[in-house]
């Protein structure tokens, strides 16, 4: 029995090392993008497939466009945990949350991640500011700075998201439109004396959503042009406050990446809960990814 329990934790501990390896060769950034780099998706944007960069009305909404600042009225916050690729031993862990303050002049945004434990890590920080120009138009910016470690190896860089809101308005007796526009990643360091440095370059995503009734359709596409990400999803009520919420997105670069997401919210006063699952169909080995969240907001 021994032996064999050697054995066995002689082969985890060989899966953490290829793990870490893998942080560690992953100098292409828009291979990070495809596999481990942290995200803003909460609970609740992963459950629609990411596609949330025209979404208003959700603290969520404002770390992916922070144009959606704008239109939260009152003070909120979201927190997100996230155990990614369940699949690999010891887990790969992840907390972002955030929040927004409205002021007389528009929403105040602060937001942070954290990804990874042991030999490989990564943090974001950002603050940032959106207004209300038109009626029609809302306009923020979030300032980032972002950072990863392995070992003795580490590096920071400063970035700038741009973001945009037009309500397009009812385009029928019972749909509302909007679309979303947002520039990622601005000014960040993608080589450094010649050298990749780990940070992806800027991305820019289109989103569009439809509001029928009490639905929500979305769909977005993401781009820094080597890669294409492409994001549909859907929220439709079951019962009351309880929502059912799906989506899928599809990565494109060297290979393909399809990942399907499931998930569910609950408002209670001024409580949300959200659950998301999240399992990609080309890299199913590695297993679910579930995220948790929990909002609070003031009335």
Request: charge should be neutral; hydrophobic fraction near 40%; include cysteine.
């Amino acid at each position: 029995m021994v032996v064999v329990e050697e054995l066995v934790l002689w082969h985890i501990k060989m899966k953490r090392l290829i793990v870490a390896l893998i942080f560690a060769l992953c100098l292409k950034p828009v291979v990070c993008v495809a596999a481990f780099e942290v995200n803003q998706w909460g609970a609740y944007s992963a459950a629609m497939g990411g596609a949330f960069s025209a979404h208003i009305g959700a603290t969520e909404g404002s770390l992916l466009n922070p144009a959606v600042a704008a239109s939260i009225r009152v003070k909120s916050f979201s927190s997100t945990y996230v155990q990614l690729f369940s699949g690999v031993p010891g887990g790969l862990k992840q907390s972002s949350g955030g929040g927004v303050v409205p002021t007389l002049h528009g929403g105040a945004i602060v937001n942070y991640a954290r990804f990874g434990d042991g030999a490989y890590s990564e943090q974001t920080l950002g603050i940032g500011f959106a207004r209300q120009f038109h009626e029609r138009v809302s306009i923020g910016f979030r300032l980032g700075n972002e950072g990863w470690e392995f070992r003795n190896l580490g590096r920071r860089d400063w970035s700038l998201d741009v973001g945009g809101l037009y309500e397009v308005g009812w385009i029928t007796d019972h749909t509302f439109a909007r679309i979303g526009l947002v520039a990622k990643g601005l000014g960040s360091t993608t080589k450094d004396s010649g050298k990749l440095t780990g940070h992806r370059p800027s991305r820019y995503v289109v989103a569009l959503e439809l509001r029928p009734d009490q639905q929500v359709f979305a769909t977005e596409i993401e781009t820094d042009r080597e890669y294409w990400e492409v994001r549909l999803g859907c929220e439709t009520p079951l019962i009351d406050d309880l929502m059912l919420r799906f989506g899928g997105n599809m990565f494109f670069d060297d290979s393909v990446n399809r990942t399907a997401n499931i998930g569910l919210g609950y408002t209670w006063n001024s409580i949300s809960i959200d659950y998301a699952y999240s399992n990609s169909y080309d890299v199913s080995s590695f297993g679910a990814t579930h995220r948790i969240g929990i909002g609070l907001f003031g009335s």
